[in-house]
């Protein structure tokens, strides 16, 4: 069965810092791996998704590694800002005879202060 | 935003009542999931269709049941609510393309079984 954590379970750091959330899954035959955000009350926004083949992925000023053999993916944020407080979560994604499942972790919440 | 639409939004009922939750999708995507969100457990997955009429169970289905007759639409029915049921109920999609999937999320139901 696969299982994801996600370390820290929260964060607090002032605005400007660069910050790393950590995933890591247990089954690395996996298709992909993707993140999200998800705010207080809301749905999940994907931010970013990796291939299976493929070590990293960059949006603005997101960056998200996959390190499938070691069954890890870090998301880095770099200067962040208050308004990325929000609760992130990885998802891996692994195929099964009747199609595409999604497993979380159970999410990161991040606290970018003033 | 992905076109999801979770009907309704927010629901309060009785213990032993049957409830049905609707996803309608825009996208025309093969895959369908149900998921819950709990404090604690994060996302778990309830069921899920990889075509009309093509449902499967996840890992917490006891309780649960779904329908999908149409592309755009899959039904999950608590056939009798219990307290336990009470969640964050979401919707997801997928285009089910092995490692180029993408997964989109609707907004949620809150369902509270009084």
């Known amino acids: 069965k696969q299982e994801v954590t996600q370390i820290p379970a929260a964060l607090s750091v002032p605005e400007g810092e660069n910050l790393v959330l950590n995933c890591s899954f247990t089954d690395s035959a996996i298709y992909n791996l993707q993140w999200f955000r998800q705010d207080p009350g809301k749905g999940l926004t994907s931010l970013l998704l990796i291939q299976s083949s493929q070590r990293e992925q960059t949006s603005g000023r997101l960056n998200a590694s996959l390190d499938k053999s070691s069954g890890r993916s870090t998301l880095y944020i770099a200067a962040s800002q208050p308004g990325d407080s929000a609760t992130y979560l990885c998802?891996?994604?692994?195929?099964?005879?009747?199609?595409?499942?999604?497993?979380f972790g159970t999410g990161t919440q991040l606290k970018v202060e003033l | 935003d992905a076109g999801i639409t979770q009907s309704p939004r927010h629901k309060v009922t009785e213990t032993g009542t049957p409830v049905t939750l609707r996803c309608h999708q825009t996208e025309n995507h093969r895959y369908m999931y149900w998921y819950r969100q709990d404090p604690g457990h994060g996302l778990r997955l309830i069921h899920y269709?990889?075509?009309?009429?093509?449902?499967d169970k996840g890992e917490v289905s006891d309780g649960y049941s779904v329908s999908r007759s149409k592309t755009e639409d899959f039904l999950l029915t608590l056939e009798s609510a219990t307290s336990s049921q009470t969640s964050v109920y979401f919707c997801?999609?997928?285009?089910?393309?092995?490692?180029?999937?993408?997964?989109?999320f609707g907004q949620g139901t809150r369902l509270t079984v009084v």
């Open positions: 998802a891996v994604f692994r195929g099964t005879g009747g199609g595409n499942k999604l497993t």
């Open positions: 269709s990889y075509g009309v009429k093509d449902t």
């Open positions: 997801a999609i997928s285009s089910g393309g092995g490692a180029y999937t993408e997964a989109f």
